[in-house]
T-cell receptor, first 113, second 115 residues
Framework: DVKVTQSSRYLVKRTGEKVFLECVQDMDHENMFWYRQDPGLGLRLIYFSYDVKMKEKGDIPEGYSVSREKKERFSLILESASTNQTSMYLC????????????FGPGTRLTVL | SQQGEEDPQALSIQEGENATMNCSYKTSINNLQWYRQNSGRGLVHLILIRSNEREKHSGRLRVTLDTSKKSSSLLITASRAADTASYFCATVKNAGGTSYGKLTFGQGTILTVHP
């Protein structure tokens, strides 16, 4: 079974803090994605990576950066957390061949106070 | 704006009934996928239908795709209380080999199945 894990289920941070969200997948997938999910707005793509050290902006990259130093790990970084970044963050991965279905982690609910 | 838009936003039915959810999208697609999300959890892939397919089945799930109308429907037959969840459609744009499988999600349909 594909497994995508995220470092925390719940996280509480203060405004201005630097926040790291970690995602690890065990299926040797090339593609990895970070989304945020907000009520009434659905899932929106923040960043994605199609290879180690490669990244591309999604629909809402402002205020975020990412790092992919190893194939299995994709990190989302909030350089200076703000209250409007309070949200559910979901990581996903997919392979380059076949159906391109995405496999999701359980999510991290981040609250910025 | 979101590529996929689901309808209805919320659906409440009794166990044993069928549930139908619809999704509309705007641009040309490579494939359309349906996902389920239990409350506060990650998404689980249910089924994928390619743009050259019209209907697909998986267990109690039936998905149809009408590319001329840019719409899809998900039918869950003989629903169970355990089917209670949010259901999302997501599209992969037809962008040749450079899309990397990026998904664009709709806002979802909340399905409640009463025992």
């Amino acid at each position: 079974d594909v497994k995508v894990t995220q470092s925390s289920r719940y996280l509480v941070k203060r405004t201005g803090e630097k926040v790291f969200l970690e995602c690890v997948q065990d299926m040797d997938h090339e593609n990895m994605f970070w989304y945020r999910q907000d009520p009434g707005l659905g899932l929106r793509l923040i960043y994605f990576s199609y290879d180690v050290k490669m990244k591309e902006k999604g629909d809402i990259p402002e205020g975020y950066s990412v790092s992919r130093e190893k194939k299995e790990r994709f990190s989302l970084i909030l350089e200076s957390a703000s209250t409007n970044q309070t949200s559910m963050y979901l990581c996903a991965s997919s392979g380059t061949s076949g159906l391109r279905e995405q496999f999701f982690g359980p999510g991290t609910r981040l609250t910025v106070l | 704006s979101q590529q996929g838009e689901e309808d209805p936003q919320a659906l409440s039915i009794q166990e044993g009934e069928n549930a139908t959810m619809n999704c509309s999208y705007k641009t040309s697609i490579n494939n359309l996928q349906w996902y389920r999300q239990n409350s506060g959890r990650g998404l689980v892939h249910l089924i994928l239908i390619r743009s050259n397919e019209r209907e697909k089945h998986s267990g109690r799930l039936r998905v149809t795709l009408d590319t001329s109308k840019k719409s899809s429907s998900l039918l869950i037959t003989a629903s169970r209380a355990a089917d209670t969840a949010s259901y999302f459609c997501a599209t992969v744009k037809n962008a040749g080999g450079t899309s990397y499988g990026k998904l664009t999600f709709g806002q979802g349909t909340i399905l409640t199945v009463h025992p």
